[in-house]
């Protein structure tokens, strides 16, 4: 089975724009998180998906939003962006009932 | 609310030698817990998860994890380091309200020496 992908996996933006990152999970997962790694905060966890509605959410603005389609593929989406959001963006997924997630290989946004 | 503390920043090997990576935790209930390895620019890889049953949890790569649970910790071990097990380590929880969200560590930066 394919791992989870991400794209696009380098990206940089400059301040005030907004970026859209996509994840296509593992066949059959359901279920999509996204987490923000930065060297200062670590891994934290942004939100996720299941079904194509927002289960769970994180403790970030407003200005990072998410959507899921019908394929379970999933979009992350940062509006105005500030040098902050500098960080790499990681997707994983899971299948329902089951406890262990699977992450892709992350996308690298550097906001200049 | 759940949380996973690792307590060392760097730690160095030999290879050939045993190797341990801390990790302790605080949770609400049972503790759902993970390591995950991160190589450079590359996402997260899952080693191994204990949720119940046997206190040594068996995994990837040759890694096993030792669940104790009158000292709150679940420390990742190996009993023959590699220099390609150099790499970020990360010991993580489950959320208890949600199966989805993870709480990780800071991570541990593991080098193996020649």
């Known amino acids: 089975k394919a791992g989870v992908t991400q794209t696009p996996r380098y990206l940089i933006k400059t301040r005030g724009q907004q970026v859209t990152l996509s994840c296509s999970p593992i066949s059959g997962h359901r279920s999509v998180s996204w987490y923000q790694q930065t060297p200062g905060q670590g891994l934290q966890f942004l939100f996720e998906y299941f079904s194509e509605t927002q289960r769970n959410k994180g403790n970030f603005p407003g200005r990072f939003s998410g959507r899921q389609f019908s394929n379970s593929r999933s979009e992350m989406n940062v509006s105005t962006l500030e040098l902050g959001d500098s960080a790499l963006y990681l997707c994983?997924?899971?299948?329902?009932?089951?406890?262990?997630?699977?992450f892709g290989p992350g996308t690298r946004l550097t906001v200049l | 609310a759940q949380s996973v503390a690792q307590p060392e920043d760097q730690v160095n090997v030999a290879e050939g030698n045993p190797l341990t990576v801390k990790c302790t935790y605080s949770v609400s209930g049972n503790p759902y817990l993970f390591w995950y390895v991160q190589y450079p620019n590359r996402g997260l890889q899952f080693l191994l998860k204990y949720i119940t049953g046997d206190n040594l949890v068996k995994g990837s790569y040759g890694f096993e994890a030792e669940f104790n649970k009158s000292q709150t910790s679940f420390h990742l071990k190996k009993p023959s380091a590699l220099v390609s097990d150099s790499a970020l380590y990360f010991c993580?929880?489950?959320?208890?309200?949600?199966?989805?969200?993870?709480?990780f560590g800071s991570g541990t930066r593991l080098s193996i020496r020649p």
């Open positions: 994983a997924s899971k299948l329902q009932g089951t406890d262990t997630q699977y």
């Open positions: 993580a929880v489950r959320e208890y309200s949600s199966a989805s969200k993870i709480i």
